[in-house]
């Protein structure tokens, strides 16, 4: 059966995946990515997360934050990845491993994998948002993804939602991003109590306790994702909106409000048909994987 590496790179790690044509897991790899960061330090610790991998596979794909050129296969710089510049993540690594390397935005592969395995995958076309250290987007219609201009389309995380509100990673005020993500979450709790927190699980405990502020924050951000989805919803008409990305593990605290947001300022022709939930944990890997099976399928 014909295998291919996922590759997630995000904010806070790198994952890699092995998985076979029907999306099932057969090997993982995962390593913590460095506070300070230079293109050839990375570079080095990319190849070595995917080479355990490599044996028997017949391709890589490869999802990252943007912006990037999808063509050049060259991430440009990322909002949440400060120190890395012109990144050559295609040739360095078919360099490395002689195996055809596939490069696209890690909201887009996440899309892919959701429209080709996920639960959502009888649907016409899908907007998939990932929640995470930031937030992505991606659009599938008919099993076509659509990238936009080198593969930088669908940034829903840097839509504005407060006009000249709090400054986003990538330097301007007020994008979604900034009230719902976790860099959002905990910047937002910093302005308010002076204390900083060390990850998304913390704000999300406090949310728990009945923390009046974590509370405040989280239902604010809430309701701004869930008119940047409404916006992106009057926009691309998507039969299913899905959500995938770490901070779904504590959907329970906000999902309920999130989906009545939406659904209650939607037009009504669209509501009857849209479909919403959660995706797969593991998308972001599987999407990356999915690039080289729907090119081996061209």
């Known amino acids: 059966m ?23 897991e057969q090997k993982s790899n995962h390593t913590k990515t460095p506070e300070h960061l230079d293109n050839d ?21 490869v999802g990252s934050p943007g912006p990037l050129n999808n063509e050049t296969g060259v991430m440009l710089t990322s909002a949440n990845m400060v120190g890395l510049k012109n990144l050559p993540i295609k040739s360095a690594l078919e360099n490395e491993f002689s195996l055809p390397v596939f490069y696209e935005n890690d909201a887009n592969c996440a899309a892919l994998g959701e429209a080709i395995f996920g639960k959502f995958k009888a649907v016409e076309s899908q907007l998939i948002l990932t929640l995470g250290t930031g937030i992505g987007g991606g659009f599938v219609q008919k099993g076509v993804l659509y990238s936009g201009y080198l593969g930088n389309g669908i940034e829903i995380g840097h839509t504005t939602s407060v006009i000249g509100g709090a400054m986003c990673g990538c330097g301007v005020l007020g994008c979604v991003e900034s009230y ?11 302005e308010k109590t002076n204390q900083t927190l060390p990850h998304a699980e913390a704000f999300f405990g406090l949310v728990r306790e009945g923390d009046k502020l974590a509370k405040e924050i989280l239902e604010f951000g809430t309701k701004a994702l869930a008119h ?6 009057h926009l691309l008409n ?24 939406i659904r209650s300022t939607i037009f009504s ?25 729907a090119k081996e399928k061209q």
């Open 2 to 24: 014909k295998q291919a590496i996922g590759v997630d790179i995000g904010g806070g790690s790198i994952r890699v995946s092995l998985f076979d044509e029907t999306g099932n």
């Open 41 to 61: 330090s990375f570079l080095a610790l990319l190849k070595e997360t995917i080479r355990p991998l490599t044996k028997e596979c017949m391709g890589i794909g």
């Open 180 to 190: 719902f993500s976790t860099k959002g979450f905990l910047n937002r709790y910093l």
């Open 228 to 233: 940047a989805v409404r916006n992106a919803i």
């Open 238 to 261: 998507p039969e299913a909106v899905v959500f995938v990305g770490g901070i779904t593990k504590s959907y329970d605290l906000f999902g309920s409000l999130l989906e009545s947001e």
């Open 269 to 293: 022709v669209l509501n009857d048909r849209l479909k919403m939930g959660i995706g797969g944990n593991i998308s972001g890997t599987l999407g990356a994987a999915s690039l080289v099976f």
